[in-house]
């Protein structure tokens, strides 16, 4: 990609759009990644930034437009991309939510990208219409899709799948992990044949044998939190099985934003983890309610929210962890 | 007393929880404030700059999720405990082996938590 001398400023906490950022960007003259509007400021205040690409709804109300207009004020011809994921503008109609994770205040970035290729953040509900999506152009295309450590491509041609491959699997095995992933980077290129095939089938049988494996893999995991979500002695808001690195959530049960609230407890997981060895259990008390997490293999951590008692809600989730888990 | 020996206190304090290896007091922004650890070689700038800045991303994360603050959290590994309480900005953290007693170290946090936003 072209970007040749640009000086690229991103503001927002999500590690995985930075690292995906500073690749597209490679070379770049500067790609500085800051998580706060007044860093970003005091950097658009130093020197020159021709691209700020900004999250938008991370910030304190209003506080990310201003920075905007403060950018705009230092560089007129700062080219500004606004990104907001997907699962927090529910109100948005289908289609923009399809496709546009990413909205663009573009003059020379047109030249970058053109219109027939499209960065986005999307998430699980949207993944198989993206598919849908990209399949109807009737176009040949290769879907880029990287969540956490997992990073593969489909390849479509004319409607029909031709080929899946990720860093360890190809084919079938290939398409259906990725059809499974519940949040990621996606990036489409249009008119890229590929080099080998390994699947000949159309898009829809593919989606329909999807969603019948991920609900295969899915249910013992319903199973096991309705099960606790049952026999807890207190209120439980919600439950759900995810994964070590948390970008795949297996099954999930009850009320309340759980996304940032499992984001959360994973960081810290992950951050301790040097220090503590890897996490197997873990308490976290929020104002409103606690959060018990236990491991149960070792990929999956079972987390619940609830109010009450944190020594007994752990003695009965160890339970039936050990008791009920579908890997025991 | 000082400030500096307020805090030394209440480090002093947790200290005498069994199996601990060290403790320390830093704020949201990764700045260690007070520490007392137990392991000559041990990179304590680096262990409170660390958990104070997953704690300070949690916060920014948290804000409209409707779980409200973080208050405190204990995390268990195959290789020893952590255990952390939230005052504000100010972050008390505790690291330990795997016989670290949890039940007296929450309440023994507790009373720190009190005792810091009384210091401070």
Known sequence: MESDGWKILYLGDYSLLSGWLKRVFEHSDLFVAVETISEAKELLDRQPIDLLVIELGKFRSGSDTGLINFARQRNPNIDIICIKSLDSRKEAPESERLLMGIYWNLSKLDELVQSDTFWGVTHASDFFSLLQAVALTGKSVMLSIHSGEIYGVIFIENGVVVHAETETLEGKDAFFTLASLSGGLFYVEEDVTAEKKTIDEPLDSLLIEAVSRKEEIEQPFYALLKNIMLHMPTGVFWGAVVSKDGQRILGAVGEGAKGPVIKSVIKIAQTVSEFIGEVKKATFEFENYHVAMECIDNNLYVMMAFRGNPALVEFVLSKFVSTYSPLS | ?120
């Open chain 2, 1 to 120: 007393m000082g400030i500096e020996e307020r805090l030394m206190a209440i480090l002093d304090k947790l200290g005498e929880l069994r199996d601990i290896k060290g403790a320390a007091i830093a704020n949201t922004e990764g700045f260690v404030i007070a520490s007392r650890f137990f392991t000559p070689d041990f990179h304590e700038e680096k262990f409170a700059g660390m958990v104070s800045e997953a704690v300070a991303y949690s916060k920014r994360l948290l804000a409209e999720a409707g779980a409200g603050q973080m208050v405190s959290g204990i995390l268990e590994g195959d290789k020893g405990k952590i255990a952390l309480v939230v005052i504000g900005d100010f972050i008390i953290v505790i690291l330990g082996g795997t016989e670290l007693n949890l039940g007296l170290t929450r309440a023994l946090l507790q009373e720190s938590a009190r005792d810091l936003a009384q210091a401070s």
